[in-house]
């Protein structure tokens, strides 16, 4: 089985390339390297598979991606490449919609030239903002997104839908809930915090500290993206990918200190503009069509993370 991976030097693109190589998949991965955080991380994430014969990795930017630069025969597109990041999407509302839709319609122009069947797309969970109906189904159409980041995954979600319609593409678009553990993005809260914690530095809090959020672990997300790449049943599905219990914020830095050993100094700021309050996740479609069960709980994968964390600090 032959898969391309856009995004695939990314945090969630490189646990899927681990994950597809060690089954014997043939992995082409596509990836910029854009700067958003340091590319020698990401670098990193792919260099035990530079030299296999069953892997293979484009440079390019998806926008400047042509068919022709692809050999074909792909089972399945996985499109994960975005400008991914709520609050800087409010800086950079055009970049974001230039690389998020333009980019995914450039990508499922390419699956239909090339003739590949399956296309599943990295939604996110902030598609449903300010939705106060949780935990959020897949169902409710009251999308309530508050960042220009939002927006254009809804976008990515309704483009699939018609290369769906159109061509026959099975289009599975999946939303990610706040995915952490090893090689999680420098912006995200865990990955920042744990960093802040560890120099001794102050530790922001935006708002009064209540905000929730549904943290899905990395193995439990790409046994979900797995199990979306097999699927066959129907044409067209948006998918939840989360792990159905939320997590207060200051509960999430009480766990991050308990694993790291350390106190946080805690700075209370103003909320920031496009931050939703909650995230919560009915997972029960997911479990249906995909027989997906996320399975680790908070302080396991908060523990994992920080050991990647330290091991990657003492490699520098
Ligand atoms: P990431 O930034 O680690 O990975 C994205 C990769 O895409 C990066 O390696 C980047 O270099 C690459 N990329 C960016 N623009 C590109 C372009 N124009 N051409 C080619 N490659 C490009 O992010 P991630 O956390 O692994 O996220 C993967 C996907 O999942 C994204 O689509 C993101 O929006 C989505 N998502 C992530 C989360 C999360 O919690 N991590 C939550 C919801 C949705």
Redesign the pocket.
Known sequence: MRALV??G?????SHLVDRLLAEGWSVTA?????P??D?KM?RRNLEAHIDSEWFELIE????DLESSDLTGNYDVIVH?????GVRPSIQDPVGYQD?NVR?TQKMLEIARVLGVRHFVF?????VYGVNPNVPWREDDCVLLPISPYAAT?VAGELLGHVYSHLYGIRFIALR????YGPRQ?PD?AIHRFARLILNGEKVPIYGDGSSRRDYTYIDDVIEGVRRAMDYSTTQYEIINLGNNRTIGLLEMVRALEGVLGRKADLEFLPEQPGDVPQTWADVSKAERLLGYTPRTKFEDGLRRFAEWLQSYADQA
Not at 176 to 179: A, G
């Open positions: 856009t995004g030097a990314g945090f969630i693109g596509v990836d910029n390297f854009d958003f955080y590319p990401k390019a930017d998806i926008r994960l490449a975005a400008k991914a690389v980019g990295a939604s996110s969970s902030s995954k990610f809930f706040t995915v993005r995200l």
